[in-house]
Structure formats: C-alpha cells, structure tokens
C-alpha cells in the first residue's frame, strides 16, 4: 500500500469511527447532521496523521491511538468552524463548501463547534482506550493547554487584535504559533508520551512541531496569496483585504521560501536519530510544501 493509499485509509476510518461513535452514543440528529456536513469526506486531517505517525516512531498500534486523532480532528474542526463566523473570520467557503453558519446558521455553528470540543475530551477518555489513566491525564492535560487561551484560542485572540503598524516578526510568529503550532505540539508529542519515550524524544518532537508549524504556515500563507477559491476550497487573498499581519507582507516570498527549505534542513537533523521510523515525518514536511489546499 502506498503512503498516500495509507492516509486515505486513515481518512476514511477516522470518519467511520466518529460516526459510529455519535450514532452509538445517541447524539441529536440536530448535532449529528451538521457534523457529517463539515467533517466527513473533508479537510486532510494532518494532526490525525501526524499523531499517528509520532507514535509510529514508539512502536504505538494505529488502534491504540485513533480515538485521540480523531479527538484532535474534532477540536480543529471546531476551530475552523468559530474562525468562520461572522464574529470572526466571516468566511463564506471552508472545505469546498459553504461554511457551516452558512449552510445552517449561527446557533448550529456555536454549538456544534462547542459539542466537538466536549466530544474530543470524551473520546480521549472513554473506557475502550488501551492508554493507563495516567496516560490520559497527561494527554487530556496537554490537548486542553495547547488548544485553550495558552495556546490556540489565545492565538486567535492575540491575531484579532494585533496592530500590523507595530507587529513585528517575533510578535506574528509567537501568536501563529500559538494559534496554530500549538496544535501540532499537542498531536508531534503525544508519540513520546503515549510510548514511553524519555524527556529529549519530547523535546526533539516540540521541536519538529515548531518547525512543521512554521513550514505550515508559511505555505498556508503563501495559498494565501498564490491560490484561488476553487482549487483552496476556502477564500483567498483575505490576510491582504483585511490588512493582517503575516509573516510572508514582512518577510516576502523568496526569504519565506528561504526559511522553508532551512526548517527542512533543521527537520531533517532532529529526525536522523529515529533512522526510517523519522522519514516519514520528513516526508509530512514535504507534503505541506507540494500542497495546495
Ligand atoms: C478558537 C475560533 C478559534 C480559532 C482558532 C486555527 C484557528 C484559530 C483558526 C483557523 C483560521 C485559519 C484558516 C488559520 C490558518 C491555518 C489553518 C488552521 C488552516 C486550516 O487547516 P488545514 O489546512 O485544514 O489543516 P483542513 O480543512 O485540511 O483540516
């Protein structure tokens, strides 16, 4: 099977099992159907991915950790779907499709986006876990810091108010990172600590998640500014219009391209010491930089 036969195996089972789960869980038709609508079939589900892959590299089973990838495929969709309302973002496309305020309204899409962060807290503690209740703690511990006001809503905070007259590199990166690259700590260092690895395979995997982060963004970034709504599936040019601060107005195209191929430089000197184990996430690096959506 190749790797990209794997992912969409992958894709396709994380649907599956979130269905599944709300059917056999008896959730409201109201909360199912709006859910099926933004989730199944959609987005790449890279923290999923990327989750699994980091616990790949300490010998942890696909089984044994879908439940917590979907539970991160939850929290992001959630955070998509907040972004995209009025109060917010106020996006009209996401995921090639209207966004979910706009194919319901603004009630659904505030508690759906609610329903999925308690439904990823839910998943990652439910009985059918193979993870020691320590384990959990941990886990459940990281995904709320990562993802509350230390980390992404915090992020989105520091960006719906930032002032680009006064924003500087540092100032854009340290609040995209916490917006974005915070998740992706959360998914890089659940391997080491759901598989027992020591303190420097924790800090060796924050690392390649700042990195991943940085490489994500600036691609995101350049979608952004490159791409069009049909082939992005979302609106484009929109960091521009709206006058936002990002990192490609400071730094320009061919420097952020620069910084791209130096991550993957730095990506690729964590990753030696996992041998063939680490190429696969190398190769995750990669594929964010052919993307183009
Ligand atoms: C807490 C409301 C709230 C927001 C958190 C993540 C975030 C902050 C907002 C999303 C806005 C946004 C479009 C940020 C750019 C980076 C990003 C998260 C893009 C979408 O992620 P992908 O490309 O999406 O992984 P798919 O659809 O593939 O899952």
Do not use: W
């Not at 459940?140 to 993802?147: G, K, P, T």
């Not at 520091?158 to 915070?182: C, R, V």
Request: proline letters at 2%; one cysteine or more; a negative charge.
């Amino acid at each position: 099977m190749s790797t990209e036969e794997k992912y969409a195996t992958i894709r396709k089972d994380i649907d599956k099992r979130l269905i599944d789960y709300l059917y056999s869980a008896n959730y409201p038709k109201n909360i199912i159907d709006p859910i099926k609508y933004i989730f199944l079939g959609k987005g790449k589900k890279i923290r999923a991915i990327l989750l699994i892959e980091s616990c790949g590299l300490f010998n942890i089973d696909y089984e044994d950790v879908k439940d917590i990838a979907l539970a991160i495929e939850c929290i992001h969709t959630y955070s998509l779907i907040h972004d995209d309302l009025p109060a917010m973002d106020d996006d009209d496309y996401r995921r090639g499709e209207l966004t979910l305020h706009k194919k319901y309204d603004e009630a659904t899409a505030i508690l759906v986006g609610d329903a999925l962060i308690s439904l990823a807290f839910e998943l990652i503690t439910n009985e059918n876990q193979a993870l020691s209740a320590e384990c959990k703690i941990q886990i459940v511990n990281n995904l709320a810091r990562f993802s509350g006001g230390l980390g992404m809503v915090g992020g989105q905070m520091l960006d719906m108010y930032m002032d680009p007259s006064t924003s500087s590199i540092k100032d854009i990166n340290s609040m995209q990172f916490m917006k974005t690259g915070e998740l992706f700590r959360f998914v890089c260092t659940a391997g080491p600590i759901i598989g027992c690895g020591s303190e420097d395979d924790i800090k060796n995997l924050s690392k390649f998640a700042e990195l991943y982060g940085s490489i994500f963004q600036i691609s995101d970034d350049l979608i952004d500014i490159e791409s069009t709504l049909e082939i992005a599936g979302k609106s484009v040019k929109k960091d521009i219009k709206a006058g936002k601060p990002t990192l490609i107005g400071l730094l320009g195209i061919e420097e952020s391209k620069r910084k791209i191929t130096i991550n993957l430089q730095q990506v690729e000197a964590i990753l030696e010491r996992y041998g063939n184990k680490g190429k696969v996430l190398y190769n995750l690096c990669l594929q964010l930089v052919d993307r183009k959506s």
